[in-house]
């Protein structure tokens, strides 16, 4: 078997190890955290539009409602002031989504570790006393904190 062959059979293990591992974190997550996952989708792509929107809000506001104001001699802010609001709202609504996404996505990726170490526990209690006599402390531990991680 040539070089180029081998490297192609291991690039597709190695995608196939990913997307597995991919679909058991994705049942780890919606078999416990669906509503928590749903709601995360949700507000990045609220997010999302409320970063585009304070954009291309941006260039109206300047466009339509500063521009003109600098021509005149005595200018009327009301409506430029009303247009500031509605900026500070797209914004607010932006930064509440993506400290609310962020914040669940702390609980979900925490949980999720925590079931995964519950159920690396309860498969090492079923083990036998040799393998504990086999490996060293460090590399057990080693599996629990940096491996799950």
Do not use: W
């Not at 003109?68 to 930064?95: D, F, H, K, R, S």
């Amino acid at each position: 078997m040539n070089l180029k062959r081998k490297e192609e059979i291991q690039m597709n293990n190695k995608i196939q190890i990913r997307k597995g591992t991919v679909k058991r974190l994705l049942s780890y997550i919606t078999k416990n955290y669906k509503k928590q996952f749903i709601c995360v989708f949700i507000c990045i792509i609220f997010s999302s539009i409320a970063q585009v929107a304070g954009s291309l809000f941006l260039q109206i506001l300047i466009d339509d409602y500063i521009t003109p104001l600098l021509g005149q001699e005595n200018p009327v802010y009301t409506g430029l002031l009303g247009a500031i609001g509605i900026m500070v709202i797209i914004y607010l609504v932006g930064m509440l989504t993506s400290y609310l996404y962020n914040r669940l996505m702390a609980v979900v990726s925490q949980g999720v570790l925590k079931d995964i170490r519950d159920e690396m526990f309860a498969k090492m209690e079923a083990l036998p006393i040799r393998y504990f006599d086999t490996h060293t402390h460090g590399d057990i531990m080693s599996h629990y904190t940096n491996d799950t991680d």
